[in-house]
T-cell receptor
Framework: KNEVEQSPQNLTAQEGEFITINCSYSVGISALHWLQQHPGGGIVSLFM???GKKKHGRLIATINIQEKHSSLHITASHPRDSAVYICAVRQGAQKLVFGQGTRLTINP | KAGVTQTPRYLIKTRGQQVTLSCSPISGHRSVSWYQQTPGQGLQFLFE???????NKGNFPGRFSGRQFSNSRSEMNVSTLELGDSALYLC????????????FGPGTRLLVL
């Protein structure tokens, strides 16, 4: 079993829908990252969380440390949100461990 | 402030050759991490450097090596290339090592024939 599991692996939705991507992990962590990767490869760091909730524009990330679970929400989704979303966790000062990614497609 | 830059952006090599990839972090950032991304394995951690010292190393063979210079620029080297080394190699920089937001470069796409 991978240390970091994301669901779903693929998600297709219509423009305007509310999107939720989930990330579960099996180890104690110091921080959890949500990353966005567009076609072509460039990766952008969206959030770094160690507790609670963060919001940036239409994106919201939450984490439940006790349940070892995090969610990334996108409100009023738009075709430009189409990308691969990757969850990654860090244990202490150790290396980042990545989930397999969720491919999101938003149709107009 | 300029972002993380990686050179070259694309590279084609043949089996058995070696390759050196370069990463220039954001000005003032002292930590550089390297990652390999393949369709089969996804993103995997290679190394992390801070102030010219390797802090962490992933589970890759000794053919993969790296270093960091006093100006925080970093290089990674892969010797005796194998077909399976074909991948997107990404570097990311942060102010310090550990619990920091990382800023990723555009990557170097390596194809081994």
């Amino acid at each position: 079993k991978n240390e970091v599991e994301q669901s779903p692996q693929n998600l297709t939705a219509q423009e305007g829908e509310f999107i939720t991507i989930n990330c579960s992990y099996s180890v104690g962590i110091s921080a959890l990252h949500w990353l966005q990767q567009h076609p072509g490869g460039g990766i952008v760091s969206l959030f770094m969380l160690s507790s609670g909730k963060k919001k940036h524009g239409r994106l919201i990330a939450t984490i439940n440390i006790q349940e070892k679970h995090s969610s990334l929400h996108i409100t009023a989704s738009h075709p430009r949100d189409s990308a691969v979303y990757i969850c990654a966790v860090r244990q202490g000062a150790q290396k980042l461990v990545f989930g397999q990614g969720t491919r999101l497609t938003i149709n107009p | 402030k300029a972002g993380v830059t990686q050179t070259p952006r694309y590279l084609i090599k043949t089996r058995g050759q070696q390759v050196t990839l370069s990463c220039s972090p954001i000005s003032g950032h002292r930590s550089v991490s390297w990652y390999q991304q393949t369709p089969g394995q996804g993103l995997q951690f290679l190394f992390e450097y801070f102030s010219e010292t390797q802090r962490n190393k992933g589970n890759f063979p000794g053919r993969f090596s790296g270093r960091q210079f006093s100006n925080s620029r970093s290089e990674m080297n892969v010797s005796t290339l194998e077909l399976g080394d074909s991948a997107l190699y990404l570097c990311a920089s942060s102010l310090t090592a550990g619990r920091e937001t990382q800023y990723f470069g555009p990557g170097t796409r390596l194809l081994v024939l």
